[in-house]
């Protein structure tokens, strides 16, 4: 085989440029860290990487998403505990209320604390995150949640929102409720089941009360009708001197007969009646529809009756009767909802715990991957720059053999 000139300058030359390009390459390995400088190194280990990366990226998503929930939860947490303090004060109060020994200025000093504890409750009601948005204004967050018209003929506290609420993804699998609505919290507050006396024929009612809200409340449940009026009325009849028989007007049914002695009271269902009257006398009385009061409107009318002295005992004994079932009604939708929030904070932290243990383990494959072996790299560099020394000397004693030498 002839050996030319030229062949042994560009094999010299192509040993050289190798030599400086292994050289390179485990320079720039050491300076970076990464072993995959390009996807040829290694295109299977460069697949891997990309799909381990863009797993890492997601789940760093998701701990953002994870960061938000917690703050939203935790400020709601907070703000229910306040609330929940302001109804308890407020409770305790409506119970100093029915004291019946008390005089008008007492009602007056009792009704100024209500005022301030009602005041207190709408700004709470209506609190902001750190970026300004009410959080319980579901998704009208730009505004109030609640607003306070003293003028208005109805209510002067009123939900001025939406029942939206936002849900946030935790992962691939997990998402949770993040807020939660003024109206299903404060708003839809159940009010105390009552009724009224429409239809009095011959009997005089001089008393009537609910004596005991539970019964009374069970009665209603179970036989308030939503559709036919009629079958809410229910028609008290003095049948003798010591009997009174009670029908529902609607449907005809004849329910309970009593034991009747004029003047006296009569317990039904707990309801207390007082009534003066004679056989064939009759009065009715009406199942009211449920309402839904909000619990600052509920306090709002407790102060109004706390500076009206024109109100009869009974209208209101009835008005502290509605403030203490309504605040407790609060109460109870509240601590639901607290148990919801602890819920919802418990997954975020089980999902979180799941993510960060997922995360440390795709940055290790990764890292087995991509990242170089330090000592594997500087071992690798010794040699490669030993074999550019070697080149760079054999090759001028290479270039100058020559024939012409030995002649």
Do not use: C, W
Not at 123 to 128: A, H, I, K, R
Not at 233 to 257: K, P, W, Y
Not at 338 to 367: K, P, T
Request: no cysteine.
């Amino acid at each position: 085989m002839r050996v030319t000139t030229n062949l042994i300058f560009n094999q010299n030359l192509r040993a050289i440029n190798s030599s400086q390009g292994n050289l390179s390459d485990i320079q720039t390995q050491l300076a970076s860290g990464k072993k995959l400088l390009r996807p040829s190194d290694d295109p299977v280990g460069a697949s891997q990487v990309i799909r381990l990366t863009e797993e890492i990226d997601k789940i760093s998503q998701y701990q953002r998403n994870n960061d938000l929930v917690t703050n939203a939860l935790e400020l709601q947490e907070t703000t229910l505990r306040s609330i929940n303090d302001v109804v308890n004060r407020a409770r305790v109060l409506t119970v100093q209320s029915g004291n019946g020994i008390l005089s008008a200025p007492d009602k007056i000093a009792l009704g100024a604390e209500i005022e301030q504890l009602r005041n207190q409750l709408v700004d709470l009601m209506n609190s902001q995150n750190a970026s300004g948005e009410y959080i319980f204004s579901g998704y009208q967050s730009g505004q109030q949640a609640f607003e306070f018209n003293p003028s208005a003929s109805n209510n002067r506290i009123s939900f001025v929102g939406d029942d939206g609420t936002n849900i946030i993804q935790l992962s691939d699998s997990v998402s949770i409720q993040s807020t939660s609505s003024g109206k299903s919290l404060f708003e839809d507050v159940q009010a105390r089941l009552n009724f009224s006396l429409p239809n009095v024929s011959g009997a005089v009612v001089e008393n009537y009360q609910i004596k005991n809200q539970g019964s009374f409340d069970q009665f209603h449940r179970e036989n308030f009708d939503p559709v036919n009026d009629a079958n809410n009325a229910f028609r008290f009849t003095i049948v003798s001197a010591n009997e009174i028989q009670v029908s529902n007007i609607g449907t005809g049914q004849i329910l309970d007969s009593l034991v009747f002695e004029s003047g006296q009271d009569i317990s039904f269902n707990g309801i207390q009646l007082n009534a003066v009257g004679v056989p064939g006398d009759t009065f009715d009385i009406e199942l009211n529809r449920p309402k839904k009061a909000n619990m600052a409107e509920t306090l709002h009318t407790l102060f109004l009756a706390l500076n009206d002295p024109n109100l009869s005992e009974q209208e209101y004994t009835s008005i502290i009767d509605d403030t203490l079932v309504g605040l407790d009604n609060g109460l109870t939708r509240m601590a639901r909802e607290n148990s919801s929030l602890g819920a919802r904070l418990n997954i975020a932290q089980s999902v979180e715990s799941a993510q960060l243990d997922a995360e440390i383990a795709n940055q290790q494959a990764r890292s087995a991957i991509e990242d170089v072996d330090y000592a594997e790299a500087s071992s690798e560099f010794a040699k490669q720059e030993t074999a550019l020394e070697a080149a760079f000397a054999s090759f001028p004693r290479i270039a100058n053999l020559s024939l012409f030498n030995y002649i």
